[in-house]
């Protein structure tokens, strides 16, 4: 790993450690400093010229610092003649501005990708986009890792006797059967109505819950609001309790305050793909690092990141050869 140089941004350097501290590698300084008109400059302080190099940066609030952060060291990475540039982007925030659902609204996913490509980024490598069409949106490269083989890993070995996967949605819902597949467990689904960014509806539940406990599996978690509203729905349908798990805990707003002490979660568990709020001792956190650093290391020697996932992740096994007509 002599060849490649790894640089974090300021929104997670302890995750960007523990890949690095994974890889058997130092992480690299970099300085960013904020003038009083409130731009940003970044300097890279190690050599790049001719190395592959790496940098760490979940899109995590304030995520247009964070974002613009970035593509700041992209740009000067690009300018100190690195061979190539792969950003690594645990959480991809723009990941849920994914489509045209109202007259003349932007599609921020799109854009923010085309920008990654302008700025000079070669790869990038991020965790459970919340729409797989996202993917498409970058013109570079993409590595897109999933975390439910490591949250499966957290109950494995624990009693899920009258346990059912539950998904907030139908749009997570093939995510939920993947993970319930793992567990060997039933799939329920919420059906959902999003009334504004923290106001949704949960007016069903398709599956059978009653007498059982819930794991509810969500990719992403913010304010909370979708959970509570599910849960009370879970408890009117006979659920017994829940836990709750999460590819990214956000955890904004009242987030925390909704979800630490309500009666009806067992645990929260979630990974370290953005900084866990520091006022929740009790929050499960499972770290995707291990994940992070065995992907870049098949990507700098040009081994297979999908096989990561074999018998995890159908959508990243290999196709299967046609039966002859």
Request: hydrophobic residues 45%; charged residues 20%; contains cysteine.
């Amino acid at each position: 790993m002599r060849d490649i140089v790894v640089f974090s941004g300021s929104a997670h350097p302890a995750l960007a450690e523990s890949i690095c501290s994974e890889l058997n590698v130092t992480l690299s300084p970099s300085d960013t400093v904020r003038f009083s008109n409130d731009c940003l400059q970044v300097q890279l302080l190690a050599n790049c010229r001719q190395r592959d190099v790496y940098i760490i940066q979940p899109l995590v609030p304030p995520t247009q610092d964070h974002l613009m952060e970035l593509l700041l060291m992209v740009d000067a990475a690009r300018g100190a003649s690195a061979a190539s540039i792969t950003v690594v982007i645990p959480h991809y925030a723009y990941a849920r501005s994914d489509k045209k659902d109202a007259s003349r609204i932007s599609i921020g996913g799109k854009l923010v990708a085309d920008m990654m490509s302008v700025a000079g980024v070669h790869r990038v490598v991020t965790m459970t986009l919340h729409a797989p069409q996202v993917h498409g949106f970058f013109s570079v490269p993409l590595d897109h890792l999933t975390a439910i083989g490591e949250l499966a890993d957290h109950y494995r070995g624990t009693d899920l006797t009258d346990t059912v996967v539950v998904s907030p949605d139908f749009g997570n819902a093939k995510t939920a059967s993947q993970f319930a597949r793992l567990l060997g467990l039933p799939v329920a689904a919420g059906s959902k109505q999003r009334k504004a960014d923290d106001k949704v509806v949960v007016d069903a539940i398709v599956g059978d819950v009653r007498g059982k406990r819930a794991i509810v599996l969500d990719d992403e978690i913010a304010t909370g609001g979708s959970i509570v509203e599910l849960l009370a729905k879970l408890e009117e349908e006979g659920c017994l309790s829940a836990s709750v798990a999460c590819t990214h805990g956000l955890f904004t707003g009242k987030a925390v305050e909704r979800l630490r002490d309500h009666p009806f979660i067992t645990e929260l568990v979630t990974t370290d793909t953005v900084p866990p709020p520091a006022d929740w001792p009790e929050l499960r956190v499972r770290s995707v690092a291990p994940l992070f650093a065995e992907a870049l290391a098949r990507i700098h020697a040009g081994e297979s990141v999908s096989s990561l996932f074999d018998g995890v992740d159908p959508s990243h096994a290999p196709p299967q050869p046609k039966l002859p007509l």
